[in-house]
């Protein structure tokens, strides 16, 4: 096919310097299964060329070595310039961990929202076709902020339409923007095997709770739920920040492998795997506390934790195409 022609050849990525993966140094780090740290596969990446003709190529990152097909995980970034460096220690963690991950771009001017979301599934679909490693069987969709808006919808089209994720599937919506093209309907046609997820951060100022919240309760029971505060904290030498950046541009790497790597490698495991363990580390996800932090809240009935008024993109805006499905 054409677009297997087009595929560039695999670039090495090399690791980020001890100094900077060191983080906190007053922060003991939990150790085993649920650390949150990076597993054994080096990342390489390939690109391929926009199939929705932007600048921005689509990339391809790949777990060098990793035996056999391998799981794909699907990540549609934040609204801003389509640069992955910008989220590279999440990444590098998804890659070293085995899965394969895709990151395909849209343009934040001159394109309608449902236009970017089109982007975003062109070029999904393209790495698909283009990479005959990858195991569509065993998908998962994660999205930030405006990515976390459209994951629905894209999981609707993988899952749905296109049949991916009958091995296992997993659908997480990092601090989510608004949602556009998905309806209740098709929220609740999604598979029974999927794993969902979603989480947000104390310190966002950015996207409100509710948006998350509400596409949380309108989302089917699937094969396990699970909704994420997470906390900011103070250790000495560093500052936690858990705020709209985590996924991204946030330069703690600790912060990220607390509340963010851990979930997401149980959750990976759990949707992939079937893993009995993962569903336990999921469990217990909020119970870790170091000294006096507790990273994460797990919460089995969301609510609203702050006012509207303390968000940049709030539930009641007119721009928001779902908020007549809740009020607060």
């Not at 590279?88 to 449902?114: C, I, K, Y």
């Not at 968000?311 to 928001?320: A, E, I, L, Q």
Request: glycine share 10%; proline share 11%; with cysteine.
């Amino acid at each position: 096919p054409a677009c297997r022609a087009a595929l560039g050849p695999a670039q090495p990525t090399p690791a980020a310097s001890p100094a900077a993966a060191s983080g906190c140094p007053g922060l003991a780090l939990p150790e085993g299964p649920d650390s949150g740290a990076d597993g054994p596969y080096p990342m390489t990446r390939r690109s391929l060329p926009d199939p929705a003709g932007g600048r921005d190529p689509v990339q391809i990152f790949a777990p060098e070595g990793a035996p056999g097909p391998r799981p794909v995980i699907f990540f549609a970034h934040g609204y801003g310039p389509n640069h992955w460096q910008g989220y590279e220690p999440l990444l590098r963690h998804l890659v070293s961990r085995g899965a394969f991950v895709v990151f395909a771009p849209f343009a934040m001017f001159g394109q309608t929202n449902d236009q970017r979301y089109d982007s975003l599934w062109q070029g999904f679909r393209a790495a698909a076709q283009a990479e005959p490693r990858m195991d569509l069987s065993r998908v998962a969709f994660l999205g930030h902020s405006f990515g976390g808006g459209a994951a629905p919808w894209l999981a609707y089209q993988g899952l749905v339409k296109q049949g991916w994720g009958k091995n296992g599937a997993l659908l997480m919506l990092l601090a989510p923007w608004y949602a556009h093209r998905v309806t209740d309907a098709e929220l609740a046609a999604l598979p029974a095997n999927l794993v969902i997820a979603a989480e947000v951060y104390d310190d966002d100022r950015v996207n409100d709770h509710r948006i998350a919240i509400e596409l949380y309760r309108h989302l089917p029971a699937g094969a396990g739920k699970y909704f994420f505060l997470a906390h900011s904290g103070r250790s000495p030498g560093c500052r936690l920040d858990a705020d709209h950046a985590t996924p991204g541009r946030n330069p703690s790497l600790p912060l990220k492998r607390l509340v963010l790597f851990r979930p997401l490698d149980a959750l990976l495991a759990l949707a992939f795997d079937g893993s009995a363990a993962a569903r336990a580390d999921l469990a217990r996800m909020g119970s870790l506390r170091l000294a006096a932090y507790t990273p994460l809240t797990l919460e089995a009935t969301p609510t609203p934790q702050a006012p509207q008024s303390q968000f940049r993109y709030r539930w009641n805006s007119p721009k928001n195409p779902r908020r007549a499905e809740a009020s607060w």
